[in-house]
């Protein structure tokens, strides 16, 4: 048990970290452009942001896939290649379409999400440079998949200390050196996404290598039948994220017809959720990676340990973070603005935040969970049913309370997440025997 412990947390902390690094993104370009004067730059990032997450994270099915099917073949004690392979084809052959439609229907999307005239014509140039980076945003899901798979965390770590380095960087020198405001952030984020997939494609190259040894397989176009696993999980996946991700952009959307105020605040908020949500994965990373592992070498006490393990680290993890919240809430939102009205209003909303990490913690993990088990049928029901029978019904019953009725909504959503999660997670529980003393 404590030698599974210390592997949990040689799995966990690397991908804490480079999952804080993601929303660390978010923050540095929320901190640069909160000390501009015009609320208007912080607005439309949100909004372009939200817009650009939501076409390159509804692919996010790439990673976790990727993930789901490279740690069943190590514990299997089969090659992982052939799945790096035909995910990375499966990237490139998305990426030009989804370029296409996101350009021709960007502004669209973005005016039906809402904001000021000014505000949505500074987001639509941000989003527009943004989505150049598609090939690259998409290659890196497969990469980091990949890697989380076979349990070598600490490679996205540093694939993404890197890639936001160059970022930040770039955001000061753009922003304030060039006066490019939100454009010089997008231009930020583009070069470090292409730096990101470079270093990433290079070390798994080296990684196949030193796999194969001297016995080095000829590429060759995938089969169906080697195509099938990825896209019968990866089909699911994709429903299951675009609903999440529809529930971020209604979320967006609904601040924004309360005015710039209320979306450079949200935006605020929703970042510090994102450090949550990413800190918290780090332990259903580790899941991911275990459960599948287990159960592609058939060890189902290893399997029953890992789940209760990773479990219970997440469930410490979410407990200082509520503490820290409750501490020190106020000012982790002075260090994202300076900007007087937004910084007050933002504290008027901070006691949302507080238990958002309890609130969100149990459905991140028992995420990680299903993914390891191969159960995205599972986790696109559950997602599906929490947004249309919780969230919207929460949200259209308390419009009355403004800004607050949207976060009683989310609160709700979060909380329903997990609750439709735990009769298919007791289920599959049961179909591997796991309430047992079974090996």
């Not at 209604?250 to 017809?257: H, I, R």
């Not at 209320?262 to 459960?291: K, P, Q, R």
């Not at 509520?322 to 603005?337: I, K, M, P, R, S």
Request: proline fraction near 3%.
């Amino acid at each position: 048990m404590l030698q599974l412990q210390k592997r949990i947390l040689q799995l966990a902390w690397p991908i804490m970290l480079s999952n804080i690094t993601v929303p660390l993104l978010g923050l540095v370009d929320t901190a640069v452009l909160g000390h501009l004067d015009e609320v208007s730059y912080l607005g439309a990032v949100a909004l372009g942001s939200q817009v650009v997450t939501l076409m390159l994270w509804s692919f996010g099915f790439l990673r976790m896939g990727t993930t789901s099917l490279s740690a069943h073949a190590i514990g299997a004690g089969v090659g992982s290649e052939r799945i790096l392979q035909n995910a990375l084809l499966m990237a490139l052959f998305i990426s030009l379409p989804l370029m296409v439609f996101a350009f021709l229907s960007l502004e669209n999307i973005i005016a039906l999400i809402g904001g000021s005239p000014v505000v949505q014509a500074l987001a639509v140039e941000y989003a527009n440079i943004r989505l150049i980076a598609t090939p690259a945003v998409l290659i890196q899901y497969v990469l980091i998949g990949w890697f989380i798979g076979r349990g070598e965390t600490k490679v996205p770590l540093l694939l993404l200390i890197v890639s936001n380095s160059i970022n930040a960087l770039l955001d000061v020198i753009l922003v304030y050196g060039y006066g490019l405001n939100s454009d010089g952030v997008a231009w930020a984020t583009l070069c470090a996404d292409y730096t990101a997939a470079s270093l990433g494609l290079i070390w798994a190259w080296r990684t196949v290598n030193k796999i194969s040894g001297k016995e080095k397989k000829p590429f060759h176009w995938p089969s169906w039948q080697e195509l099938k696993p990825l896209i019968n999980i990866n089909h699911q996946l994709f429903v299951r994220t675009l609903c999440l991700l529809s529930v971020f952009i209604f979320f967006t959307s609904q601040g924004a017809k309360q005015g710039d105020m209320v979306l450079a605040v949200n935006a605020i908020m929703i970042t510090l959720l994102l450090l949550i949500s990413n800190a918290l994965d780090g332990f259903a990373h580790a899941a991911e990676t275990l459960v599948g592992q287990s159960l592609g070498a058939k060890n189902f006490s290893r399997l029953r340990q890992s789940i209760w393990l990773t479990g219970a680290n997440a469930l410490g993890i979410a407990l200082l973070m509520v503490l820290l919240f409750a501490w020190q809430g106020d000012n982790l939102l002075g260090l994202l603005t300076d900007q007087t009205d937004v910084l007050a209003l933002a504290i008027e909303y901070s006691p949302w935040l507080i238990f958002l990490p309890l609130i969100g913690c149990s459905s991140y993990w028992l995420d990680g969970i299903f993914i390891g088990m191969q159960a995205s049928a599972q986790m696109r029901n559950s997602m599906l049913l929490a947004a249309t029978l919780i969230f919207l019904p929460v949200w259209f019953l308390t419009q009355g309370l403004g800004n607050d009725g949207l976060w009683l909504a989310f609160y709700a959503f979060l909380l329903a997440r997990s609750a439709f999660m735990v009769p298919a997670f007791l289920t599959i529980l049961n179909k591997h025997q796991l309430f047992a003393n079974k090996n």
